[in-house]
């Protein structure tokens, strides 16, 4: 099921960062990629959330953004069952892209690791989440010049 009401795929193609939730609750900012109908989050042995996930697939997930100044406040948010599946190193290309840019050389070394280092060695996951819900939601208001 999904209701939107403003273009929910050109806002998640911007570089916004989510709120991924876990059982616990627990709740982390991860960057993350729209794409396929599924939001992609990079993850491994060095965090917990693949442990959470296996224990606990049940996730939640948030972007939003809200400018005061303007009035602009949109959200979406997806629910459903998150999978622990292998990294693959051209979706990890675009997703950092979207954060770093598109210059590699610009890049700090810990983030090239990731396409460069063996995703296997490395234990490099990804976790997908393809929505069983999705609700996006214009809650922008009218901002009133200063008298």
Request: net charge neutral.
């Amino acid at each position: 099921m999904t209701a939107h009401d403003f273009d929910m795929d050109t806002f998640l193609r911007r570089p916004l960062t989510a709120r991924l939730a876990t059982e616990g609750p627990t709740v982390r900012p991860v960057w993350y990629l729209w794409e396929d109908g599924s939001f992609w989050v990079l993850t491994g042995p060095w965090a917990r959330l693949p442990d959470l996930v296996r224990r606990n697939p049940a996730v939640a997930l948030v972007v939003d953004e809200c400018e005061v100044a303007t009035g602009r406040v949109q959200q979406v948010i997806a629910r459903g069952r998150a999978e622990l599946l292998p990294f693959d190193v051209p979706r990890g290309r675009r997703k950092l892209s979207r954060y770093l840019g598109p210059d590699e050389s610009l890049w700090d070394e810990r983030f090239l690791g990731y396409l460069l280092d063996d995703p296997a060695e490395r234990g490099t996951l990804w976790l997908r989440l393809t929505p069983a819900s999705l609700k996006a939601q214009d809650l922008s208001y009218s901002v009133r010049p200063a008298r």
